[in-house]
């Protein structure tokens, strides 16, 4: 197995996926984007698909929605320090990239990678990481002390509430990454 | 009748600051509420009873140690199957550790390895074998994710898992850990004092 990585990876699931001809119209919907039909993930999901549906919508909304709150590459980061610190190098690399791309700052995105939730950063970057490291705990960490970082840093209630959810709901990805499938070297198609 | 989960976990009222917060990601707060329906009212029972599905989030809500949830998905195993409900307690009492940990496989990530409980339920008698099975798969995902495998699934495909309920039994454990993480944070944010956004 690989370690964490900004490069493209494969995944590979450990149950069979819905194959292509099986897929009726309420599949499809609950693909939401039809080009997710080429996933084995989102294929595999489908078997449950009004899940899938709400799942999908659910993540596309919080990580899409551009009426103010937090900016995507935060958003992302949130998600990769989430999927850092559970363990997931599948949902860790395909995040670290959309947090490298939207904020132009692959290095500080890879220190995360490479020495965890733990690695310095600047203060803002440090309230989300930090944050979304203790709302990754069972039971959770997150305390009043971790909003107070987040508005000290400039952080919006809106925003604040983005870095809960984006962070949330990779404990919800994560989970499915983890335990359905497993990470391959090179994409597979 | 409640009609939004999170905000009666949370103690979310009608225009109050966090009310009107929601209401700027409105597909993410509707879709919760979607999947919590399709999770725990489906259209069809599937491969998992309503019974499993309220059991399994009995447990799950306990091992997350949030007081509301755990009362709120105790009471409707206890509308549905009291009689489930102090077999699933002692589960839960047992079960409480401090995640997440979980060890790696071989490779770069090794030295991060942290052992800790792999949970077997204290008793299978009472909770039957698929049931058994689940809260078993369900505690490794809730604090060990990193070191789920294949073998694990194959150890529920033994207890009568097929393959689709395997998913929605994880989508269902996956998805609590979101949902209590979100009344966590949202209820923490309502504490603080929300300034008006």
Same mark, same amino acid.
């Given at each position: 197995? &690989?370690?964490?990585?900004? +490069?493209?990876?494969?995944?590979?699931?450990?149950?069979? /996926?819905? *194959? =292509?001809? %099986? !897929?009726?119209?309420?599949?499809?919907?609950?693909?939401?984007?039809?080009?997710?039909?080429?996933?084995?993930?989102?294929?595999?999901?489908?078997?449950?698909?009004?899940v899938?549906?709400a799942r &999908?919508?659910t993540?596309? +909304?919080?990580?899409?929605?551009?009426?103010?709150?937090? /900016?995507? *590459? =935060?958003? %992302? !980061?949130?998600?990769?320090?989430?999927?850092?610190?559970?363990?997931?190098?599948?949902?860790?690399?395909?995040?670290?990239?959309?947090?490298?791309?939207?904020?132009?700052?692959?290095?500080?995105?890879?220190?995360?990678?490479?020495?965890?939730?733990?690695?310095?950063?600047?203060?803002?970057?440090? *309230?989300?990481?930090?944050?979304?490291?203790?709302?990754?705990?069972?039971?959770?960490?997150?305390?009043?002390?971790?909003?107070?970082?987040?508005?000290?840093?400039?952080?919006?209630?809106?925003?604040?509430?983005?870095?809960?959810?984006?962070?949330?709901?990779?404990?919800?990805?994560?989970?499915?990454?983890?335990?359905?499938?497993?990470?391959?070297?090179?994409?597979?198609? | 009748?409640?009609?939004?989960?999170?905000?009666?976990?949370?103690?979310?009222?009608?225009?109050?600051?966090?009310?009107?917060?929601?209401?700027?990601?409105?597909?993410?707060?509707?879709h919760a509420q979607r999947a919590f329906?399709a999770l725990?009212?489906?259209?069809?029972?599937?491969?998992?009873?309503?019974?499993?599905?309220?059991?399994?989030?009995?447990?799950?809500?306990?091992?997350?140690?949030?007081?509301?949830?755990?009362?709120?998905?105790?009471?409707?195993?206890?509308?549905?199957?009291?009689?489930?409900?102090?077999?699933?307690?002692?589960?839960?009492?047992?079960?409480?550790?401090?995640?997440?940990?979980?060890?790696?496989?071989?490779?770069?990530?090794?030295?991060?390895?942290?052992?800790?409980?792999?949970?077997?339920?204290?008793?299978?008698?009472?909770?039957?074998?698929?049931?058994?099975?689940?809260?078993?798969?369900?505690?490794?995902?809730?604090?060990?994710?990193?070191?789920?495998?294949?073998?694990?699934?194959?150890?529920?495909?033994?207890?009568?898992?097929?393959?689709?309920?395997?998913?929605?039994?994880?989508?269902?454990?996956?998805f609590?850990?979101?949902?209590?993480?979100?009344?966590?944070?949202?209820?923490?944010?309502?504490?603080?004092?929300?300034?008006?956004?």
């Amino acid at each position: 197995m &690989t370690g964490f990585t900004q +490069d493209r990876l494969g995944w590979t699931p450990w149950l069979p /996926p819905l *194959a =292509e001809e %099986e !897929l009726t119209e309420e599949h499809h919907e609950a693909l939401v984007d039809r080009a997710r039909a080429a996933s084995p993930y989102f294929l595999l999901l489908a078997r449950d698909p009004a899940v899938l549906h709400a799942r &999908t919508k659910t993540d596309n +909304d919080i990580f899409h929605n551009a009426d103010g709150g937090l /900016p995507r *590459a =935060e958003r %992302e !980061l949130a998600a990769t320090a989430t999927s850092r610190r559970n363990g997931c190098v599948f949902c860790a690399s395909v995040h670290a990239r959309f947090a490298s791309h939207h904020s132009k700052r692959p290095e500080d995105v890879q220190r995360l990678l490479d020495q965890g939730v733990g690695a310095p950063q600047d203060a803002r970057w440090q *309230a989300v990481v930090d944050a979304a490291a203790a709302l990754a705990s069972t039971p959770s960490d997150l305390g009043p002390e971790h909003i107070d970082a987040l508005r000290d840093a400039g952080l919006d209630d809106l925003a604040v509430s983005d870095v809960i959810h984006a962070a949330a709901f990779f404990n919800w990805a994560n989970r499915l990454m983890l335990s359905l499938g497993e990470p391959v070297e090179e994409a597979t198609r | 009748m409640i009609t939004d989960v999170i905000d009666h976990l949370a103690g979310i009222t009608p225009g109050s600051p966090l009310d009107r917060l929601r209401d700027r990601r409105p597909d993410a707060r509707e879709h919760a509420q979607r999947a919590f329906d399709a999770l725990f009212s489906p259209d069809e029972e599937g491969e998992v009873t309503l019974v499993e599905r309220d059991a399994v989030a009995a447990f799950v809500a306990g091992l997350h140690q949030d007081h509301a949830a755990a009362g709120f998905y105790t009471g409707r195993l206890a509308d549905l199957a009291p009689g489930l409900v102090p077999a699933v307690s002692a589960e839960v009492a047992a079960g409480r550790v401090k995640g997440p940990y979980g060890v790696y496989p071989d490779g770069p990530l090794a030295a991060e390895s942290e052992v800790g409980p792999r949970y077997r339920v204290h008793d299978p008698e009472a909770l039957g074998e698929r049931l058994t099975a689940a809260f078993e798969h369900a505690h490794l995902l809730v604090f060990r994710p990193r070191e789920a495998s294949g073998d694990d699934l194959d150890a529920l495909a033994e207890h009568g898992w097929g393959p689709t309920g395997v998913v929605t039994l994880s989508q269902l454990v996956a998805f609590l850990s979101f949902q209590t993480r979100v009344v966590a944070g949202l209820r923490l944010l309502g504490q603080k004092g929300t300034a008006t956004s």
